[in-house]
Each structure stands twice: as C-alpha cells, then as structure tokens.
T-cell receptor, first 110, second 114 residues
Framework: TQLLEQSPQFLSIQEGENLTVYCNSS?????LQWYRQEPGEGPVLLVTVVTGGEVKKLKRLTFQFGDARKDSSLHITAAQPGDTGLYLC??????????FGPGTRLSVLP | SAVISQKPSRDICQRGTSLTIQCQVDSQVTMMFWYRQQPGQSLTLIATANQGSEATYESGFVIDKFPISRPNLTFSTLTVSNMSPEDSSIYLCSYRRTSETEAFFGQGTRLTVV
C-alpha cells in the first residue's frame, strides 16, 4: 500500500505571509493531484501534475512536482483568509485508485 | 463537469440503526466511489461502486457493514449498517471520468451516532 505524508499537519499564519506545504512518498507517482477542502464541502481539485520537475501556477499558488515524481510542494504567496482550508495531496499509481495524504490544515488570520 | 449531489447532508442516528446515503450525478459517469473522512483526518476509500455488480471494497471495509448499490450510471447509495459511535464521520461520494482524471465530490454527509 502506497502511503503519502504531508507536512506540516497544521499551519496558522497571518494574512500576507507566504507558506509552503509538502507531500512525500517512498513510491513513484504516475500523477499527483492537490485538492482544497473547506468546512462542510467536499474537496475541490486545484491542480494535477504528471511530469517530473513540472511547475504549475494558479494565481498565487505554485505547485511543483519533484524530478523523481515522489514528492510535491504547494507554495502560496501572500496568503489570504480565503485560502483557509484543508489541503490534500492525492497520488495516482499507474491505474490504481488514488491515495489521499493526511492533509495540511491551513488557517490564515486576517 | 457533472453536478454531484448527496443527501442527507447530516444526520444524528441511534446506535444499532442503519442509514442510507444517496448520491446522484446529473450525467452518466463510469467510476463512482465512497469515502469516509473521520474528524480532522483525510479521506479513506471505502469502496468503488460498480454499475450492475457488487462493489469493490478496500481493506478494512466489508459489504455487510457498508452495503453499496449502483443501479445505473448516475446513482449510488451507501448504507452504514448497525451503527456505533465509531461510525461517526463524514461520508463522501465521488466520481471520476477515468482513473487518472479529476475526482469530483459531493458535499458530504456528516453522520453522528449517539
């Protein structure tokens, strides 16, 4: 069973600060997805990365996939209260069902 | 993307009873899934709901406890049977178009067993 680790588990920052959260595995991903989940809602996809070394930007969010496709990072610039939520990475392993990481719970204080 | 809706959104149930959660998608989808999310934790896959055949359960989950129906390509139900307080959790249905693409989720059912 492939396992994903995410760090930090919790993060509380002030509005305007930058932050990076991480997703790691001992196994290679065929693809990796990042989701954000707000209270009372299901997770919503932010990005999918499939190529080692790939960098994708979504407004203030920058996603990077490690060269070896075993890790990924999500960097948020100038965080806003609307960024508050649970950030989940999900790893796909060559046709197997995606496995979700434990998540990073982010709180951005105004 | 197809709209996915789930009901009930929340319920409080007595131990020993059963609750059936419904998941409706507004267009046909191949792959439907049921997840459990315990308080403060991530998503754990319960099973893949297969249209016209028995669901495929993940390790630690059994059909007697979590019977699943998938009568067509737009609808599925999950029943939580003989509930105990340990079953208190959020239950989420989800679909994917293919195994590698985006997962869409319902808003979840928050279940409390007392």
């Amino acid at each position: 069973t492939q396992l994903l680790e995410q760090s930090p588990q919790f993060l509380s920052i002030q509005e305007g600060e930058n932050l990076t959260v991480y997703c790691n595995s001992s196994s290679v991903f065929s693809s990796l997805q990042w989701y954000r989940q707000e209270p009372g809602e299901g997770p919503v996809l932010l990005v999918t990365v499939v190529t080692g070394g790939e960098v994708k930007k979504l407004k203030r969010l920058t996603f990077q996939f490690g060269d070896a496709r075993k890790d990924s990072s999500l960097h948020i610039t100038a965080a806003q209260p609307g960024d508050t939520g649970l950030y989940l990475c999900a790893g796909g392993f060559y046709g197997q069902n995606f496995v979700f990481g434990p998540g990073t719970r982010l709180s951005v204080l105004p | 993307s197809a709209v996915i809706s789930q009901k009930p959104s929340r319920d409080i149930c007595q131990r020993g009873t059963s609750l059936t959660i419904q998941c409706q998608v507004d267009s046909q989808v191949t792959m439907m899934f049921w997840y459990r999310q315990q308080p403060g934790q991530s998503l754990t896959l319960i099973a893949t709901a297969n249209q016209g055949s028995e669901a495929t359960y993940e390790s630690g989950f059994v059909i007697d406890k979590f019977p699943i129906s998938r009568p067509n390509l737009t609808f599925s139900t999950l029943t939580v049977s003989n509930m105990s307080p340990e079953d208190s959790s959020i239950y989420l249905c989800s679909y994917r178009r293919t195994s590698e693409t985006e997962a869409f989720f319902g808003q979840g059912t928050r279940l409390t067993v007392v």
